[in-house]
């Protein structure tokens, strides 16, 4: 059993950053890639940036050149780094333990997710 916990989130004005932290338990959590997903009012949930555990990266071409994934294996926490936010980036986040190999869409366990809002 994985369980995640998202952090990090706020209101920030446009061109501003915010740090995301995702904490994770459960010794399973090593064998799992990770994602950021995020879903906006009335829209679908969508993949924003994911990472292997062979270190391939891959980032959603809305937010590619702003945000960056990263994981501390002995922290046992993934992170995600914005820069130059647009409002267009509102939005829940959420944490996402993916199965590996088998697309990023093959999520086992989400976090409940942590609010970004993007507003002056």
């Known amino acids: 059993q994985v369980q995640l916990v998202e952090s990090g989130g706020g209101l920030v004005q446009p061109g501003g950053s915010l740090r995301l932290s995702c904490a994770a338990s459960g010794r399973s959590f090593i064998n799992y890639s990770v994602a950021w997903y995020r879903q906006a009012p009335g829209k679908q949930r969508e993949l924003v940036a994911g990472?292997?555990?062979?270190?391939?990266?891959k980032v959603a071409d809305s937010v590619k050149g702003r945000f960056t994934i990263s994981r501390d294996y002995a922290k046992n926490a993934v992170y995600l780094q914005m820069s130059g936010l647009k409002p267009e980036d509102t939005a829940i986040y959420y944490c996402a333990a993916v199965v590996p190999g088998r697309g990023w869409a093959s999520v086992d366990y989400w976090g409940p997710g942590t609010q970004v809002t993007v507003s002056s």
């Open positions: 990472m292997n555990s062979g270190g391939f990266i």
